[in-house]
């Protein structure tokens, strides 16, 4: 990328190694906030959030791209929903019987109540809606004792490829100013109109701004899948430069220091770092082809693989927490992709040959 690039997302050479580095990002954010532990970036940064939280938006924004991209090179419904939940529900299954089966009994103060108390049948929904496990009591006294907390992220994924089909029935990728105007009042509405309650049992926090119903958080997430959408049926008309990479940097860094600024700086300036520094071109496609792609896993194993790292390691320091369930984790974001995820993208339906067009790509499909 120069100063007079013209490349744009249409070339982009890979998100696999931005899909890591943000998966890195909220294993460094949960290694300090499952201890307890004042998180050193979060603290200086008097806007709210953390490097956790700019990763799952981060992601949230690939994911419009890819997937915009792969419903434009095959719109059919059925294949659509194939290729999707293939790729979520088995490795997101796998991880879920492994915190249940697993990390749950290794938390737990009795196992023998743990499994008696288990309830198999609400377990069993959630593998379905995709949801955060729940199990008995485990990891008693220690700040959040669930066995994958991270997992909540993941119903709201699958809630955006929806939104992604209905778009694209609607014919809205096709109808690009609309598709704009959609994004701004989606992204306008979110950044400004979230209520700030006072503490409450179903709150959450997002990036310091409290966000009270699931409603809040799906039109966060909308916005985000949106913006990625926008960046991929304009592909054609965005350049990136290394100023314009400097301009959104400091209007992303600006963000932080302001909650009222915080989420348009992200839509704004945040996407723009993400695209350019995906459009810088990294190796030969046969070399991106065999790359295994780990952020998954790793995001998928991250927080059981801390939170049994804190539990049996006690005083354990945030930054040796950090690397250790960073090579764990990694490791087992290996052992995911290589016996569960890749197994299973090879079973997606495919467009007919004579049908098929140049962006049905790895990198598209692999999302």
Not at 177 to 196: D, F, M, Q
Not at 295 to 322: A, C, D, E, R
Request: aromatic residues 12%; proline residues 5%.
């Amino acid at each position: 990328m120069s100063n007079n690039s013209t490349s744009s997302p249409g070339h982009l050479a890979s998100f696999d190694g931005l899909r890591i580095a943000f998966a890195a990002m909220v294993l460094f954010s949960h290694s300090f906030a499952l201890l307890g532990v004042a998180d050193p970036i979060r603290s200086v940064v008097t806007g709210g959030g953390d490097p956790g939280d700019l990763a799952v938006d981060g992601f949230f924004l690939i994911s419009g791209y890819l997937i915009t991209r792969s419903w434009i090179s095959d719109p059919s419904v059925s294949r659509f929903l194939a290729r999707r939940a293939l790729r979520l529900y088995p490795a997101f299954v796998v991880a879920s019987i492994f915190s249940v089966l697993l990390v749950g009994p290794l938390g737990a103060s009795a196992v023998g109540d743990y499994f008696h108390a288990l309830n198999l049948r609400q377990t069993l929904v959630g593998f379905l809606v995709l949801r955060e496990p729940h199990t008995p009591a485990v990891f008693a006294g220690t700040t959040v004792g669930s066995v994958n907390g991270s997992m909540w992220t993941i119903s709201f994924e699958a809630r955006c490829y929806l939104l992604a089909m209905l778009l694209g029935l609607a014919g809205m990728f096709r109808k690009r100013t609309t598709l704009l105007i959609l994004t701004v009042i989606v992204g306008s509405a979110i950044s400004y109109a979230v209520p700030e309650a006072g503490p409450t049992d179903n709150q959450h926090v997002l990036f310091g701004i409290k966000a009270v119903r699931v409603s809040d958080w799906m039109a966060w997430f909308a916005a985000l899948f949106l913006t990625g959408s926008c960046f991929f049926v304009f592909r054609s008309r965005i350049r990136f430069t290394l100023w314009g990479l400097a301009l959104a940097m400091f209007v992303l860094a600006a963000s932080l220091f302001s909650a009222a600024l915080l989420r348009p700086g992200i839509l704004l300036g945040g996407a723009y770092v993400v695209f350019a520094l995906a459009s810088i071109r990294r190796g030969s496609r046969a070399q991106r082809r065999t790359m295994p792609d780990v952020s998954y896993g790793m995001y998928l194993y991250g927080w059981p693989v801390q939170k049994l790292l804190g539990w049996y390691i006690p005083h354990m320091s945030p930054w040796l927490m950090f690397v250790l369930s960073l090579t764990i984790s990694a490791v087992l974001g290996w052992l995911s992709w290589t016996f569960i995820e890749r197994p299973a993208l090879k079973k997606k339906p495919h467009r007919p040959l004579a049908h098929q067009r140049k962006t049905d790509t790895p990198e598209a499909l692999q999302s």
